[in-house]
């Protein structure tokens, strides 16, 4: 399991995919490394949602899942 954690872009720059850019490099690394699921708690779900993470969990805390492989 790897977590996604203090990811920003200047204000100036947001709304140019540097953000989507950032986390799928993030899931990149993440699947290159062998890890199998990516976790992120944050208070900007939609953003991570359209990334295509998941509730894994819901009505738990706001952590927010993406699978790096394929499922069975």
Do not use: N, W
């Not at 295509?52 to 499922?71: M, N, V």
Request: hydrophobic share 45%; net charge neutral.
């Amino acid at each position: 399991l790897a977590e996604i954690r203090s990811l920003a872009v200047h204000p100036d720059y947001q709304g140019l995919g540097i953000g989507r850019m950032l986390v799928e490099a993030c899931v990149e690394r993440a699947r290159e490394r062998g890890v199998f699921e990516v976790m992120a708690i944050t208070a900007s779900e939609g953003f991570f949602k359209s990334c295509g993470f998941d509730f894994t969990l819901p009505g738990e805390k706001k952590a927010l899942f993406i699978q790096t492989r394929d499922r069975l």
